[in-house]
């Protein structure tokens, strides 16, 4: 008996190992099916591998809570081709499930519902067919589901119902049928619900327009009718029935009159069972579609939207955050979740301001992007582009032109007929605000940043033909920052010191700028700063891109931007407490790349850390440069980068203070 217990000890200490290792190998099992079906070729997730970590920051778009369990997918617009498999499911500690913007078919499966853990299930513009699974009620914790932009049929399952924490329900433009829920009334969390450009016939439900939360109610391009509910007044510009020719009520801007032909008042009574729709076809009403010229450009694209033609209205897909979740890994990154409470609110719906300014005021119907009178302010008349330009420059957006892209973006290298180089962004028009009047207060305050280490925006050009806007900046002839890092000895891209130290001042000046308030602008706060935003020209002056970007993209797209400088340690602690940008969080991400640009290394240790604070330069300094350094700089620039990567805000200089000690000598005692 005297050996019994350390015998005991030992044993459930292997179980539980052995335990944790099988748990491991089921999810990296799952990964590896899930990747086989999203990515067939293998072209995009081959950094996913059998024999890797899915913990260790080595596979794109996955990161791990604090017990290496896989808690997020992040996978939007990374052009995957595939279908959703089933194996998703035994990921149980999923949190958040990210496939926007891609191009995937088949089912939803219906083993999503396995996801009580799940929060945020983003699947809007792809391919996907079939109808939305019932069991979909399963994910308990859900908040968030995003069904829009695909071609989903069926009813939306009256089950939906039951899903008690869900704020956002977006299923617009699939061709779903039948009616409403009434049983979406249920769902006391919902602030947005999402219903437009579908087959919906009969009423809109009493209990829905009673939702307690509800903010925005978007209903166009059906076919419904009877008497709207008195209930939908109160979210005046939120709730949008364009197109449902057969709805009437008192007190909406808009809406006809009822008339003793219509239907009862359904402000009394639920509808008892199914409403027979007595429109000859279920399709979109032809007043809700634009047909475009097909010689409007000299260059063919496929709509994101084929079996929709090109409609008056886009999608803002916007992300409600909820409570903080903590995730990270090995390599010390980590993402954090807003606070529900911290949420923004919502942009209100709507057609994008890009259907406006080129339907609308003088723009051109056949896809020339240019000014329209009473839309922009005099300021921005010089900066416009039309798309015959954007097209020649960039050989119609040819693949050979291709720099880069992102999950919301494409950016083409172009040249213009004065023979300037360029970089053109392509953005979807879906992923923009939706506020006419905030998309073009973003475009003001774009075209008036001017310095030199700031990207200079040269144009911009709103093209509503091909469902894209474009904004044209100068082109850096080497590249961004991040290129010159993780680079092996004798390459000839390893940045003497001189050139290191002048781009830490230069970014320095740049953020300097963006936090100043001056007459024609206010103080900036970029949000965004890494190593990738950093380009540099061709004598390597550093110039600060995506500055103000922001300000036009929509919530959703904005948020998932975060997540990525999250996972690369630039997102400053506070945030994942607080959901709030301020200047010491663009001050934190500048000590990240001073230390990033000192070790040649894009991933930080705390042991470089350490080394920077006791200046120990062989364990910091890039040991590509072989010693040719200033020390007494290396020590200055050390302490400022520690300074401004300090854990509380409070305890951060400002940059104009961080420039001031720029400009002084300082060395380690």
């Known amino acids: 008996m005297v050996f019994f217990y350390p015998y005991l000890l030992v044993s459930l200490l292997f179980a539980l190992a052995t335990l944790q290792r099988v748990c491991g190998n089921t999810e990296l099992r799952a990964l590896m ?42 996978l939007q617009g990374k052009g995957l081709s595939g279908t959703v498999s089933p194996a998703v499911a035994e990921l149980k500690c ?177 509808p008892l069972g199914p409403i027979k729709n007595n429109t000859t076809s279920n399709n979109m ?44 890994n090995t390599s010390e990154s980590s993402v954090g979740r807003l606070s529900i409470d911290q949420a923004k609110e919502f942009h209100r719906g709507g057609a994008s301001p890009l259907v406006s300014l080129e339907y609308s005021n003088g723009w051109d119907p056949l896809g020339v992007c240019r000014n ?12 416009r582009f039309n798309l015959e330009e954007i097209e ?34 392509s953005i979807n028009i879906t992923s923009c605000k939706s506020e006419e009047d905030e998309f073009v207060k973003g475009l003001n305050l774009l075209t008036s940043l001017r310095h030199e280490n700031l990207v200079r925006l040269r144009g911009f050009c709103c093209s509503r033909g091909r469902g894209e806007y474009f904004l044209i900046y100068d082109f850096a002839a080497k590249g961004d920052l991040s290129k010159y890092l993780d680079i092996e000895d004798g390459s000839n891209h390893v940045l003497d010191w001189s050139t290191r130290a002048s781009i ?23 949000r965004r700063i890494s190593v990738e935003k950093v380009l540099l020209d061709q004598h390597f002056n550093p110039m600060i891109a995506d500055s103000g970007l922001p300000k036009l993209l929509a919530d959703d797209i904005v948020f998932s931007t975060i997540k990525i400088s999250a996972a690369m340690g630039y997102l400053a602690p506070e945030y994942v407490t607080t959901g709030h940008f301020t200047e010491k969080s663009d001050i934190y991400a500048f000590g990240v790349i001073i230390l990033q640009i000192l070790s040649g290394k894009q991933m930080l240790t ?12 062989e364990d910091f300094i890039d040991s590509n440069l072989k010693g040719n350094f200033s020390e007494s700089e290396a020590a200055k620039l050390a302490k400022i980068a520690l300074a401004c990567t300090q854990e509380l805000p409070e305890h951060r200089p400002t940059m104009e203070a961080v420039i001031q000690e720029l400009n002084k000598s300082n060395a380690c005692s």
């Not at 899915?54 to 808690?71: I, L, M, W, Y």
């Not at 932009?149 to 119902?161: A, H, R, S, V, W």
């Not at 001042?505 to 970029?526: D, F, P, Q, R, T």
């Not at 705390?606 to 330069?617: F, G, K, L, P």
Request: hydrophobic share 40%; net charge positive.
């Open 33 to 74: 099916e899930l990747k086989s079906a999203l990515d067939p070729t293998n072209k995009f997730l081959n950094s996913w591998t059998s024999d890797g970590d899915p913990c260790r920051g080595t596979f794109e778009g996955v990161a791990c809570n604090e017990h290496r369990k896989v808690a997020n997918i992040s």
């Open 94 to 270: 999923l949190s958040g499930l990210y496939l926007h913007y891609n191009s995937l078919s088949g089912e939803i499966p219906k083993q999503l519902a396995n996801l009580t853990e799940l929060s945020d299930l983003y699947l809007n513009v792809n391919n996907l067919s079939g109808s939305i699974p019932p069991e979909i009620v399963g994910m308990a914790s859900l908040q968030v589901l995003e069904l829009c932009c695909n071609q989903l049929t069926g009813i939306i399952p009256k089950e939906m119902g039951s899903l008690k924490w869900l704020t956002v329900l977006a299923l617009q433009y699939n061709r779903l049928t039948d009616q409403i829920p009434a049983s979406l009334g249920n769902l006391g969390m919902l602030r947005r619900l999402d219903l437009g450009f579908n087959r919906l016939f009969g009423p809109i439900p009493p209990r829905v327009a009673n939702a307690p939360q509800l903010q925005v109610l978007d209903v166009r391009n059906n076919s419904l009718s009877g008497m709207v509910p008195s209930a939908l007044q109160r979210l005046k510009g939120g709730f949008h029935f364009e197109n449902n020719k057969d709805l009437c009520g008192s007190g909406f801007q808009k809406l006809r009159a009822c008339t003793p032909f219509d239907n009862v008042n359904i402000n009394q009574v639920e």
């Open 285 to 328: 009403p032809a007043s809700a579609i634009f047909h475009v010229p097909s010689n409007q450009t000299n260059c063919s694209k496929s709509s994101k939207f084929p079996q929709l033609a090109i409609v008056a209205g886009v999608i803002t897909a916007t992300v409600i955050p909820r409570k903080k979740q903590k995730i990270g």
């Open 372 to 383: 329209g009178i009473g839309i922009f302010a005099d300021s921005l008349n010089d900066f």
């Open 392 to 425: 020649s420059a960039t050989r119609c957006f040819s693949e050979v032109n291709l720099l880069g892209k992102s999950s919301f973006s494409s950016v083409y290298q172009g040249i213009l007929r004065d023979g300037s180089v360029v970089e053109v962004r």
């Open 504 to 526: 830490i001042n230069g970014i320095a000046n740049g953020i300097e700028y963006l936090h100043s308030s001056e007459a024609n602008k206010s103080a900036i706060i970029h």
């Open 606 to 617: 705390n042991t470089m850390r350490a080394a920077a604070a006791s200046c120990r330069y």
